[in-house]
């Protein structure tokens, strides 16, 4: 098997200003009331990876994302910036999907895609918060995982070496390929995207991955696979200087 990257990434509302809007009668975001945006920490663990595949000679690098049919324009976003492949995971059935049914589905289209070495993803989203889909993913797919990673100093001997930011300081791990990692914004500095990538990701092609090609259970897809419920959505009330 030749050296392959998975990067997990969500484009996610701009949420800095919530409207009355912004919620449905249902208790989901409402997406399509809010600007959308690449997640931020993801972009750290897409220049991460690009950073690996500049190392490693024969490195693939997919970026996968799971969201409505717009969210295609993040994937053309990571294509311009030297992706090498692009999947959209997208079906009406993974609506108002929390963490545990977003790992899931997250986990059944790395499996459909096939063998890798390392799966990326950003911390956290900004949208969320929770920094629960990549260690579910991992769950799901019972391999090793490393959160909260801000350095990756070696990758050799099927074993990554990497450094773990702790309140403390940081811990040095060496985890077994494949593995799953989660890097912090401090581990980089994205890079923009050159004109070539930007023409290049105008006509890419960017496979599309449903709940019946990922064959999922029903059950654990969208708001059926979601055991906690959002009841309100607000903006805080602004309050003087302490």
Avoid: W
Wanted: charge should be neutral.
């Amino acid at each position: 098997m030749s050296f392959r990257i998975v990067v997990m990434a969500k484009q996610v509302p701009d949420t800095r200003n919530v409207g009355k809007d912004a919620m449905k009668a249902d208790g989901t975001v409402n997406r399509a009331a809010l600007p959308a945006i690449f997640n931020p920490e993801d972009l750290n663990a897409l220049e991460m990876a690009l950073r690996i595949k500049d190392q490693i000679a024969g490195c693939e690098v997919v970026i996968v994302t799971m969201g409505p049919p717009p969210a295609d324009a993040a994937l053309r976003e990571a294509i311009s910036l030297g992706m090498d492949e692009a999947v959209l995971v997208s079906d009406r059935a993974f609506a108002g999907s929390d963490t545990l049914a977003t790992s899931y589905t997250l986990a059944r289209a790395i499996k459909k895609l096939g063998d890798f070495s390392i799966i990326l993803c950003g911390k956290q989203a900004s949208d969320g918060d929770t920094a629960q889909v990549g260690p579910g993913i991992s769950t799901h797919l019972d391999i090793p995982q490393v959160t909260y990673v801000k350095k990756i100093e070696e990758i050799k001997d099927g074993v990554a070496r990497v450094e773990r930011m702790t309140e403390e300081g940081y811990d040095i791990l060496e985890v077994p390929l494949p593995c799953l990692l989660t890097v912090v914004k401090e581990i980089n500095t994205p890079r923009t995207p050159s004109l070539k990538g930007i023409m290049r990701s105008k006509s890419a092609k960017i496979q599309l991955l449903n709940a019946q090609t990922l064959e999922c259970e029903e059950d654990r897809l969208g708001l059926k696979g979601s055991p906690p419920q959002v009841v309100k959505i607000f903006s805080p009330e602004r309050r003087k200087g302490g």
